[in-house]
């Protein structure tokens, strides 16, 4: 058997998210029909470094299989690409060593976060943006953000579906960018909890509204109580970005 | 009753193009449906300044009607968002005088159409650009861009539901952009055909791939015959630019 580490992208809007479901269309369960049909009904399953919500895309998803087919490397996107539909895609492949797992090897991953900050709404970003007709103060967001850097307890920044027991986190790094009529919000940290990078954006659009001053980032993860965050920014703005390996 | 001229933009992916059709979703019929709800159940007609097929994009369509409401100028937008769905969007309003009309006085279109020059596939992009994995000669392209400037007899540009009798139309700029990993055709004309865009794109791009030599352009006009151009690019790459009136 051969361990096969590949790089997805996909356009959420028309998925249920990540995870597989037995009645919903989800990444995880179009890999794995196009993985049983390049083995001809071998099931294959995958792993993958975590799961996205409903809407969330992806860039740089890693998943992992095992396969008893010897394909050069480079092959394996274009046998995805005839099967798959065209919202998922396989981008790149590599062999890996057995001891390779897509979920439980990250030691890294950058999520970024697109908020389109005009007055008009634009059609053609509406999955892909969070469109917030408010206007927002850069500085005191990037002050702000300053503030989440480092190793906290995020169980003020975790959803309610948050399972793990752990929920000490560290994040290296947190930019608050302009491109265009877009704001970019990019986070790189060890690990995130279900829900966090959502939460984070919310309470730092409250700050760029001033709803909140940047102090009160140090005041929510101080609480470490689930909800003190406040409302987390909607899914269709939040891209997996990178996941990082040893 | 008052005459509003709106510019409108649409998403195409999830339309069966602009025309009103008895059951299919169209950008008309959403437009009508809004209007409809806005005048409290008065059907009130809307005029465009032609149509565009399905999968096809508007950043500037026009439309007109007559109102009997007297709403501020730039609160028409704000109504229609509250109504419409999230894939048209009407970029704003402004009354005009009676003899107006939406699709007779036109002097001018500009079109687009955006092809993805790229091996790998983008599932972002993937309903907003023609995905063409080809290498593509853009100089080539120019040269055959520039044989199309003028007035011409378009019949051999015609796709096959072509009505009008008068099939001379004169091209004022036919522009080959490279944006990044895109190349915009970008082609400005006193008025088109049906698919004349898409079979003029299309055209260019077999001169591109170099399977016609860029004065084919010439030839193919001079045959005067609907067929004649080759395959027409799909859909979802062209976008309705602007519209222009005296």
Not at 27 to 49: N, Y
Not at 51 to 75: K, M, Y
Not at 188 to 209: K, P
């Amino acid at each position: 058997m051969h361990r096969v580490k590949c790089i997805v992208s996909y356009d959420g809007s028309n998925f249920a998210g990540f995870q597989i479901q037995p009645t919903e269309r989800t990444v995880h369960g179009e890999l794995e029909k196009a993985l049983k049909k390049i083995h001809k009904g071998l099931e294959v399953p995958i792993a993958a470094s975590g799961r996205t919500d409903a809407g969330v895309h992806a860039v740089g998803q890693v998943i992992h299989f095992d396969t008893p087919l010897s394909i050069e490397a480079e092959r394996w996107p274009r046998a995805f690409q005839g099967i798959l539909p065209s919202d998922v895609n396989v981008r790149s492949a590599a062999y890996v060593d057995s001891d390779f797992h897509a979920r439980f090897g990250t030691t890294k991953k950058e999520y970024r976060y697109r908020v389109l900050a005009s007055k008009e709404a634009d059609v053609f970003r509406r999955n892909y943006t969070y469109h917030f007709y408010h206007p927002l103060d850069i500085e005191a967001m990037r002050e702000a953000a300053s503030y989440v850097i480092g190793t906290h307890d995020f169980t003020s920044f975790s959803g309610s579906k948050t399972v793990v027991e752990n929920k000490v986190r560290t994040i290296f790094e947190f930019d608050v960018l302009e491109a265009g009529d877009e704001i970019v919000f990019r986070v790189v940290g060890n690990g995130f909890l279900y829900n966090m990078v959502r939460l984070l954006v919310g309470a730092l659009l409250e700050v760029g509204r001033n709803k909140k001053v940047p102090e009160a980032m140090k005041d929510i993860l101080a609480r470490k109580q689930r909800g003190a965050a406040g409302k987390k920014a909607p899914g269709h703005g939040l891209y997996l970005w990178e996941v990082g390996y040893e």
